[in-house]
Every structure is written in structure tokens, then in C-alpha cells.
């Protein structure tokens, strides 16, 4: 895969006027998504952001809003601890209850304690594996590098506030660490196999958490919990591994050419530029690259269908209120589960049985 990632440009909008299509609800998704962030900056704009950030997770940093959506916040902090910390984030949920989109006030966050709250970047940064990444600080460093947008007045990420200071850190320490780049004979372009393998632990430990909150809560939003698995947890995942497989055989990435005093730094400002893109347009922009667009349209084409039923409040309410035992027998449950049998087929088929760089590195990095 040659070349990087341009995150200024809207992969997904230049897909859907490349294929002709309409893509209604994506593109509501976005504009809502926007809008919502604006308002929120307007809302936390004066909260001071030397050593912190709000940062927003979930729907709202991918673009993807629709009219059941929560916002995912955590208050990022990167420097000393501080009781003032605690008193922020407490002003920061204040004022989230008072902000209304289209008439509504913005739902919680989940009970998980995933978010709202805070989370500190020496934990995130270090406790990468062993017995003090927790399951919290597993999703809280993976999510920051998948789907998270700091809520602050608008600026260049270059301009380094406390998430893009922990995001790179987060990069750096994964790169570092990875003797892979230093091999005796590694002349060519390397993959960040340490990075990959936190990628494929999260999307193991989401899978195992949704069989856990089953067994908690008593099936208690267990269809609408499970075709998100199945369709924007898996399209987050499957941007995850494309990320990490736009390093693989890329000649503007080869060890050769860079030298390994240089190598660290051009990988990080090159993961960068996909960390600042949704994960829906790195899907976008790595399939056309493969000469796939017709397949990643027909994707599209199921999540297109997967948002309209979450915009859906009637079809999102039954999902949610509906019962584990009555799933296999609802017609609307099977209706998504079959979408997302779609999306398995279409993504077995371009990882696994087109000929390309992809299914080389699915074969070789994929699985073992």
C-alpha cells in the first residue's frame, strides 16, 4: 500500500459521488455530527485547556449522529494531578445537561464508567499490557487512536494540545518498543505489529465484554448492543487493521531509505494523518487504493441501511426494549442481522479472497 492518508478530505462524501449514490443518512449522520459539535464548543469553549482536554468518543467523533445517540466524553488530563481536575469534570457535565440538539437534551453517557469521567495520561501512556491495563485503560488508549475529537475551539492538530501531546505519545511509545523496525535484514517497509496486536486484544475484549454486560445486566439491551457489534464496532476494527496495513509494503515507509534513527518519527507523523480520519472514509480511502470501490459501496450500502434503523426512534426503541429469547424469532432483528451477514461477506471478500497487498497481509499479519 503506497502513500498516506489526506485527513482534510472527506473519503466517504468523494466514494458516494464516485459510485453516484445518495447515501442520505450518512450524510445527515455527519452534518448532524457537526452541528453537535459545534455546539458543545460553544458550550465548553472557556473551560481552560492547558494540561486538559474534553474529548468525545462514539458516534459524534466518528460522524455518525443520529437521533439516538449519547455523547462519550472524558476529561483527557496530561499534567499533574489536581484537585481542580475533579471539579472540572463535574462542571463539564453540568453544562452537557443543559445543551439541547433539535429540541433534546443530549443523552449520558453509558453506566460503564467508561466515560464521564477522567483519564490520565501517565496510565494510558505506560500500563501498555501487564496487570495494570485494565480493561478501562485498554478501551480509553484504543478509542483515543479509533474514533475520539477533542471539544475545544477549532485548531490545527499540529498546534499540540493535551490529546494530540497523548496521542502521539501514545504512538511513540507503541513504535518504540516494536524491535520489529530493527531487524537485521529489514530493509523495506515494516508494520507496527505491537500497535496491531493491542488493536485485535480490543476488538477480543469488546466481544468478551458484550458476552460479560449479557450476563450483568440480564439481557438487558441485548439486540441493540449486539448489531452494533456486529456493524459499527466491526467497520471501527476493520479501520484499525487498515490502518496498520497501510504500512505494509509502502515504499515512502521503507527502513532503507529513512534509517532507523528516522524511521520512529516518519511512521508516527504517517498513523497521524489516519488517526485524524473517521473510520469510515480510511475504509473509503484503502479500498480505492486496491482498486476495490465497487465492493466498499456495497458496504456502504449496509451501513447505510444499519444508521437508517438507529435514526429509526420506533426501530431503535424495540431493539432496545427487546427480550435475548425473542431475537431469533423478530423479524425486525433478523431483518439487521442480515445486513450485517452482508457486511461479513463483503469483508471476507476483500481480506481474504481478492488477490492483493490486503489478503498478503491478512495471511501473513491477520490471524497468527
Given at each position: 500500500?503506497?502513500?498516506?492518508?489526506?485527513?482534510?478530505?472527506?473519503?466517504?462524501?468523494?466514494?458516494?459521488?464516485?459510485?453516484?449514490?445518495?447515501?442520505?443518512?450518512?450524510?445527515?449522520?455527519?452534518q448532524?455530527?457537526?452541528?453537535?459539535?459545534?455546539?458543545?464548543?460553544?458550550?465548553?469553549?472557556?473551560?481552560?485547556?492547558?494540561?486538559?482536554?474534553?474529548?468525545?468518543?462514539?458516534s459524534l467523533?466518528?460522524?455518525?449522529?443520529?437521533?439516538?445517540?449519547?455523547?462519550?466524553?472524558?476529561?483527557?488530563?496530561?499534567?499533574?494531578?489536581?484537585?481542580?481536575?475533579?471539579?472540572?469534570?463535574?462542571?463539564?457535565?453540568?453544562?452537557?445537561?443543559?445543551?439541547?440538539?433539535?429540541?433534546?437534551?443530549?443523552?449520558?453517557?453509558?453506566?460503564?464508567?467508561?466515560?464521564?469521567?477522567?483519564?490520565?495520561?501517565?496510565?494510558i501512556?505506560?500500563?501498555?499490557?501487564?496487570?495494570?491495563?485494565?480493561?478501562?485503560?485498554?478501551?480509553?488508549?484504543?478509542?483515543?487512536?479509533?474514533?475520539?475529537?477533542p471539544?475545544?475551539?477549532?485548531?490545527?492538530?499540529?498546534?499540540?494540545?493535551?490529546?494530540?501531546?497523548?496521542?502521539?505519545?501514545?504512538?511513540?511509545?507503541?513504535?518504540?518498543?516494536?524491535?520489529?523496525f530493527?531487524?537485521?535484514?529489514?530493509?523495506?517497509?515494516?508494520?507496527?505489529?505491537?500497535?496491531?496486536?493491542?488493536?485485535?486484544?480490543?476488538?477480543?475484549?469488546?466481544?468478551?465484554?458484550?458476552?460479560?454486560?449479557?450476563?450483568?445486566?440480564?439481557?438487558?439491551?441485548?439486540?441493540?448492543?449486539?448489531?452494533?457489534?456486529?456493524?459499527s464496532?466491526?467497520?471501527?476494527?476493520?479501520?484499525?487493521?487498515?490502518?496498520?496495513?497501510?504500512c505494509?509494503?509502502?515504499?515512502?515507509?521503507?527502513?532503507?531509505?529513512?534509517g532507523?534513527?528516522?524511521?520512529?518519527?516518519?511512521?508516527?507523523?504517517?498513523?497521524?494523518?489516519?488517526?485524524?480520519?473517521?473510520?469510515?472514509?480510511?475504509?473509503?480511502?484503502?479500498?480505492?487504493?486496491?482498486?476495490?470501490?465497487?465492493?466498499?459501496?456495497?458496504?456502504?450500502?449496509?451501513?447505510?441501511?444499519?444508521?437508517?434503523?438507529?435514526?429509526?426512534?420506533?426501530?431503535?426503541?424495540?431493539?432496545?426494549?427487546?427480550?435475548?429469547?425473542?431475537?431469533?424469532?423478530?423479524?425486525?432483528?433478523?431483518?439487521?442481522?442480515?445486513?450485517?451477514?452482508?457486511?461479513?461477506?463483503?469483508?471476507?471478500?476483500?481480506?481474504?479472497?481478492?488477490?492483493?497487498?490486503?489478503?498478503?497481509?491478512?495471511?501473513?499479519?491477520?490471524?497468527?
Amino acid at each position: 500500500m503506497d502513500g498516506a492518508i489526506d485527513p482534510k478530505l472527506d473519503h466517504v462524501e468523494q466514494l458516494r459521488r464516485d459510485l453516484g449514490r445518495t447515501w442520505p443518512i450518512l450524510r445527515q449522520a455527519r452534518q448532524s455530527a457537526d452541528e453537535v459539535r459545534l455546539l458543545l464548543e460553544a458550550e465548553l469553549g472557556d473551560i481552560p485547556y492547558s494540561d486538559v482536554d474534553i474529548v468525545a468518543f462514539g458516534s459524534l467523533a466518528r460522524g455518525e449522529w443520529t437521533s439516538g445517540s449519547d455523547v462519550d466524553w472524558t476529561l483527557l488530563i496530561d499534567g499533574q494531578a489536581s484537585p481542580y481536575h475533579r471539579v472540572t469534570a463535574r462542571e463539564v457535565k453540568t453544562r452537557l445537561a443543559n445543551v439541547k440538539y433539535q429540541g433534546k437534551s443530549l443523552p449520558e453517557p453509558g453506566a460503564e464508567q467508561i466515560f464521564g469521567s477522567m483519564a490520565f495520561s501517565h496510565e494510558i501512556i505506560h500500563h501498555i499490557g501487564g496487570q495494570a491495563d485494565s480493561n478501562k485503560n485498554t478501551t480509553q488508549r484504543i478509542l483515543l487512536l479509533l474514533e475520539a475529537i477533542p471539544i475545544r475551539p477549532t485548531k490545527p492538530f499540529e498546534e499540540l494540545g493535551p490529546y494530540e501531546r497523548i496521542v502521539r505519545a501514545i504512538l511513540f511509545r507503541y513504535l518504540h518498543d516494536d524491535t520489529n523496525f530493527f531487524a537485521a535484514d529489514a530493509t523495506g517497509s515494516r508494520i507496527p505489529r505491537f500497535l496491531l496486536n493491542d488493536i485485535v486484544r480490543y476488538w477480543r475484549t469488546m466481544c468478551v465484554d458484550f458476552a460479560y454486560k449479557e450476563w450483568e445486566q440480564g439481557g438487558e439491551k441485548w439486540a441493540l448492543r449486539n448489531i452494533k457489534l456486529r456493524m459499527s464496532r466491526k467497520m471501527l476494527f476493520v479501520s484499525a487493521l487498515l490502518t496498520v496495513f497501510s504500512c505494509y509494503k509502502n515504499p515512502s515507509l521503507a527502513l532503507k531509505a529513512l534509517g532507523p534513527d528516522n524511521y520512529v518519527a516518519a511512521m508516527q507523523r504517517h498513523l497521524v494523518d489516519f488517526v485524524r480520519t473517521p473510520a469510515l472514509g480510511i475504509i473509503a480511502w484503502s479500498l480505492g487504493r486496491l482498486g476495490l470501490t465497487k465492493e466498499c459501496g456495497l458496504l456502504f450500502d449496509q451501513y447505510e441501511q444499519f444508521l437508517q434503523c438507529l435514526h429509526d426512534e420506533s426501530a431503535r426503541l424495540h431493539l432496545r426494549g427487546l427480550e435475548p429469547q425473542l431475537v431469533y424469532q423478530d423479524k425486525d432483528f433478523l431483518r439487521v442481522r442480515e445486513m450485517s451477514h452482508e457486511v461479513q461477506r463483503l469483508l471476507r471478500h476483500v481480506f481474504f479472497e481478492v488477490e492483493s497487498e490486503l489478503q498478503e497481509f491478512t495471511f501473513d499479519y491477520g490471524v497468527f
